[in-house]
């Protein structure tokens, strides 16, 4: 027995059974062989805030790179920068090192949190007009139709057969797809490394062989997934249509066909009375128009993105047929549910899951702002030498030795001093430097991690136990930090 997983397409529901059946008679597998799906332009408000849309975030992800941000000499001055060879982090007056990998962590599940906020409340909005995924399906939709028309031009020029017309056009697309896939991918590079230096550096075969690898792949993912499979990875390969599922409940706005409006649908003839039928004039403009080859007819699906191109769509059959409009519209199941039993519609925006994501996000927000906000410019650290534990010298005293390890975290050099505290009588020194029972002082260069050595000396009557607890002060102009630590002494040799 052959099992065949329905899968609509722009024909609409029958022509989606017709397909089913057609493949099942072939003796398809699993899944269909995908159709190609030819979307009709449209014009509308959410078309409008569509193109807005990704005409910001391209801005943002090709110019982002080429922004210049002053810092000290030797230091990157590129604004947003990923600098694996000196292992820091640049946004703009942010810097992070390594060890702040905890902001990195705080941002994206910040951005986790927004994404479930706001699929609770609007749906996939996320997935329909800011995933990158769809952006770049759109970008390349958009140079499709620049060389080969709109839907019914698109679908005539596949079906002749090819000639000089035909190779010109599909040939010019593909070049400029490609085009803006190795733009896509130079500028993803140029976030790792400084941009002006690798634009220079690439073309002459001199930039890091690791820059060549990264837009090579780019190229292809990019071709590949926004030129090629589109909607298939929106529907197989992302996880998200499956996840958001369970965030949705019946208050969530989402794109929705107002069946109490619209049913019974058919065909209508200007004249023709509206009385004992619905608003839809079963014109399909809606299938045509949606990216993923769906009707929204058939109700809340896994593919929809809601992307509103539907709505659109249909809200310009409605001026002309002279209907309200909003057939088509984000709507809710439970308002569409109250309107078919007589109630009115409610649309409670603070609901269980909303208001925990939202107070989750604010909780998360506010620990990053506060970890920001105390975030210290210098990092210092006591590790005691653990070979050997101790040096027991001919005078009874005792020998331990620490590498103190301090961090200046800011574009300012810094001038501290290292005291020690819990040890009374002892002794401090550098290697090649005399004893002092004073604070060490040290000097530090901007964004500069320094290993002090120091050799700590304690007399026979302040060894009271065989570990005790020390404390070593680091202090420069108004500013102070501690970093505690245990002197050993073995055997306790006064009490």
Same mark, same amino acid.
Request: with cysteine.
């Given at each position: 027995?052959?099992?065949?997983?329905?899968?609509?397409?722009?024909?609409?529901?029958? !022509?989606?059974?017709? /397909?089913?059946?057609?493949?099942?008679?072939?003796?398809?597998?699993?899944y269909?062989k995908?159709?190609?799906?030819?979307? %009709?332009?449209?014009? !509308?408000?959410?078309?409008?805030? $569509?193109?807005?849309?990704?005409?910001l975030?391209?801005?943002?992800?090709?110019?982002?790179?080429?922004?210049?941000?002053?810092?000290?000499?030797g230091?990157?001055?590129?604004?947003?920068?990923?600098?694996?060879?000196?292992?820091?982090?640049?946004?703009?007056?942010?810097?992070?090192?390594?060890?702040?990998?905890?902001?990195?962590?705080?941002? *994206?599940?910040?951005?986790?949190?927004?994404?479930?906020?706001?699929?609770?409340?609007f749906?996939?909005?996320?997935?329909g007009?800011?995933?990158?995924?769809t952006?770049?399906?759109?970008?390349y939709?958009?140079?499709?139709?620049?060389?080969?028309?709109?839907?019914?031009?698109?679908?005539?020029?596949?079906?002749?057969?090819?000639?000089?017309?035909?190779?010109?056009? %599909?040939?010019?697309?593909? *070049?400029?797809?490609? /085009?803006?896939a190795?733009?896509?991918?130079?500028?993803?590079?140029?976030?790792?490394?400084?941009?002006?230096?690798?634009?220079?550096?690439?073309?002459?075969?001199?930039?890091?062989?690791?820059?060549?690898?990264?837009?090579?792949?780019?190229?292809?993912?990019?071709y590949?997934?926004?030129?090629?499979?589109?909607?298939?990875?929106?529907?197989?390969?992302?996880?998200?249509?499956?996840?958001?599922?369970?965030? &949705?409940?019946?208050?969530?706005?989402?794109?929705?066909?107002?069946?109490d409006?619209?049913?019974?649908?058919?065909?209508? %003839?200007?004249?023709?009375?509206?009385?004992?039928?619905? =608003?839809?004039? =079963?014109?399909?403009?809606?299938?045509v128009?949606?990216?993923?080859g769906?009707?929204?007819?058939?109700?809340?699906?896994?593919?929809?993105i809601?992307?509103?191109?539907?709505?659109?769509?249909?809200?310009?059959?409605?001026?002309?047929?002279?209907?309200?409009?909003?057939?088509?519209?984000? =709507?809710?199941?439970?308002?569409?549910?109250?309107?078919?039993?007589?109630? %009115?519609?409610t649309?409670? &925006?603070?609901?269980?899951?909303?208001?925990?994501?939202a107070?989750?996000?604010?909780?998360?927000?506010?620990l990053?702002?506060?970890? &920001?906000?105390?975030?210290?410019p210098?990092?210092?650290?006591?590790?005691?030498?653990?070979?050997?534990?101790?040096?027991?010298?001919?005078?009874?005293?005792?020998?331990?030795?620490?590498?103190?390890?301090?961090d200046?975290?800011?574009?300012?050099?810094? $001038?501290?001093?290292?005291?020690?505290?819990?040890?009374?009588?002892?002794?401090?020194?550098?290697?090649?430097?005399?004893?002092?029972?004073?604070?060490?002082?040290?000097q &530090?260069?901007?964004?500069?991690?320094?290993?002090?050595?120091?050799?700590?000396?304690?007399?026979?009557?302040?060894?009271?136990?065989r570990?005790?607890?020390?404390?070593?002060?680091?202090?420069?102009?108004a500013?102070?930090?501690?970093?505690?630590?245990?002197?050993?002494?073995?055997?306790?040799?006064?009490?």
């Amino acid at each position: 027995m052959t099992i065949v997983v329905e899968r609509r397409s722009q024909d609409g529901p029958k !022509g989606a059974r017709r /397909a089913a059946s057609e493949g099942g008679s072939r003796g398809g597998g699993l899944y269909q062989k995908r159709r190609q799906i030819y979307p %009709k332009l449209v014009h !509308g408000r959410w078309r409008a805030i $569509k193109w807005g849309i990704l005409a910001l975030t391209l801005t943002i992800y090709y110019v982002t790179p080429w922004l210049r941000w002053a810092r000290p000499d030797g230091a990157p001055q590129q604004a947003v920068l990923v600098d694996f060879t000196g292992r820091r982090f640049y946004f703009f007056f942010i810097q992070l090192w390594p060890q702040e990998i905890y902001f990195i962590t705080g941002l *994206l599940v910040m951005a986790a949190l927004a994404l479930f906020l706001s699929n609770a409340l609007f749906g996939r909005l996320w997935c329909g007009y800011a995933c990158p995924q769809t952006v770049w399906t759109d970008l390349y939709i958009a140079v499709e139709r620049l060389f080969e028309g709109d839907r019914n031009a698109r679908m005539r020029l596949d079906t002749q057969g090819w000639s000089p017309n035909k190779a010109l056009r %599909k040939g010019g697309k593909h *070049l400029a797809w490609i /085009a803006i896939a190795m733009v896509t991918g130079g500028a993803w590079v140029f976030y790792f490394h400084d941009a002006p230096m690798l634009w220079r550096t690439f073309w002459i075969g001199q930039a890091p062989i690791t820059a060549y690898v990264s837009v090579g792949v780019l190229t292809c993912t990019t071709y590949l997934l926004a030129g090629t499979m589109r909607e298939q990875v929106c529907t197989y390969m992302c996880p998200w249509p499956r996840i958001q599922g369970a965030m &949705l409940d019946g208050h969530s706005l989402q794109v929705t066909y107002r069946r109490d409006r619209g049913e019974p649908r058919g065909p209508h %003839k200007k004249g023709q009375s509206w009385e004992g039928r619905g =608003d839809c004039v =079963d014109c399909n403009q809606c299938v045509v128009a949606c990216p993923m080859g769906i009707d929204i007819r058939d109700g809340g699906q896994i593919e929809c993105i809601n992307c509103g191109l539907c709505i659109d769509a249909c809200d310009e059959i409605m001026l002309r047929v002279e209907r309200p409009r909003g057939l088509i519209a984000y =709507d809710t199941d439970e308002a569409v549910l109250a309107r078919e039993q007589g109630r %009115k519609p409610t649309y409670p &925006l603070v609901r269980a899951r909303t208001a925990y994501y939202a107070a989750a996000l604010t909780l998360v927000s506010a620990l990053m702002v506060w970890g &920001l906000a105390t975030r210290t410019p210098v990092a210092f650290e006591a590790l005691r030498d653990r070979n050997p534990t101790f040096v027991r010298l001919h005078d009874g005293a005792v020998r331990n030795g620490y590498t103190l390890k301090i961090d200046n975290r800011s574009f300012e050099p810094r $001038k501290l001093a290292i005291a020690l505290d819990g040890l009374p009588g002892a002794t401090m020194q550098t290697p090649g430097a005399a004893p002092t029972a004073g604070p060490l002082a040290v000097q &530090l260069q901007p964004n500069q991690v320094l290993a002090v050595r120091v050799l700590v000396k304690a007399p026979p009557q302040a060894l009271t136990a065989r570990s005790l607890p020390v404390t070593f002060e680091l202090s420069g102009g108004a500013h102070a930090w501690s970093a505690a630590s245990t002197f050993l002494s073995g055997d306790v040799t006064s009490q």
